[in-house]
């Protein structure tokens, strides 16, 4: 389940060509590789599973997917640019898999410094609520 809901954002992110070109396709799930370049984008878990309560098979995942960047303008455009193509958006999982649901429940904007550059966090945690067969 959960690798059919990656491939999902995955798939959704890079048919944006704006946001793709934005992030030259640089998509990593959870860590960067260390021959990137800015800005790039991320794709996280941060909870969620099977929802061992239903009777089918159901999942309700969270996921942080952000965009880091150099320049603070650029990287929140492209934050935005996500926002628009997954928040209640179509997402497409391949069988058994069906999402049914992908929504933008909270923001995240943060700054960190790192030998005095400055990198900009930009992006969301999106709720993802997918049944099985």
Not at 34 to 42: K, Q
Not at 78 to 101: C, F, K, M, N, S
């Amino acid at each position: 389940m959960y690798l059919h809901a990656v491939k999902a954002l995955r798939n959704a992110l890079n048919g944006s060509s704006e946001l793709n070109t934005g992030v030259d396709g640089q998509w990593y799930l959870d860590l960067a590789l260390a021959a990137f370049t800015y800005p790039y984008g991320v794709i996280s878990l941060s909870a969620g599973g099977m929802d061992n309560s239903a009777g089918m098979r159901r999942g309700d995942l969270r996921f942080l997917v952000k965009v880091i960047g150099t320049k603070q303008t650029r990287t929140h455009e492209l934050a935005e640019l996500v926002r628009q193509t997954l928040h209640e958006g179509t997402l497409t999982a391949e069988d058994p898999w069906y999402i049914w649901r992908c929504q933008q429940i909270s923001s995240v904007h943060m700054m960190e410094i790192d030998a005095q550059e400055a990198y900009w966090h930009a992006g969301g945690i999106y709720r993802i609520r997918m049944s099985g067969s």
